[in-house]
């Protein structure tokens, strides 16, 4: 099973792991303020190791309007399919927030078709 390291932990997941479910299971509260629709981005990571090319539409729409399309990954957007290693933004204490958000489906929504970036970006053009 793939590890997934998250800031000081690290846990083993069964791929195909949503990776904000990953990071919950690692004892992380990452926000999922929208339930992992991919319209909050308060579940973003900084990516160190073992980032996907692929990416969702809903992960490229959200991130490039937000102007974080080079720093970030959206974790509700991602599946883990091999080690892993991020560090987490927001997350309920740094945040102040009573909860982490709705609960996540455990496949990814809004759908999981992924593309490479350089494919989104030709079919929407900034
Ligand atoms: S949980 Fe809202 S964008 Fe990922």
Redesign the pocket.
């Known amino acids: 099973m793939p590890t997934v390291s998250v800031d000081d932990r690290s846990v083993e997941v069964p791929s195909g792991t949503r990776l904000?479910i990953a990071i919950q299971q690692a004892g992380i509260e990452i926000g999922?303020?929208?339930?992992?629709?991919?319209?909050?981005?308060?579940?973003r990571v900084e990516m160190h190791e073992g980032e996907s090319s692929g990416m969702t539409r809903a992960e490229f729409v959200?991130l490039r309007e937000a102007g974080l399309l080079d720093s970030h990954r959206?974790s509700?957007q991602l599946v883990v399919e091999d080690d892993m290693r991020v560090s987490s933004v927001m997350t309920k204490q740094n945040q102040g927030w009573p909860d982490t958000?709705p609960a996540l489906d455990e496949h990814l929504v809004p759908e999981s078709d992924r593309f490479e970036r350089a494919f989104l970006e030709a079919e929407q053009p900034g």
Do not use: N, S, V
């Open positions: 904000t999922h303020r929208c339930g992992g629709k991919a319209r909050c981005t308060t579940c959200r959206l509700c958000g």
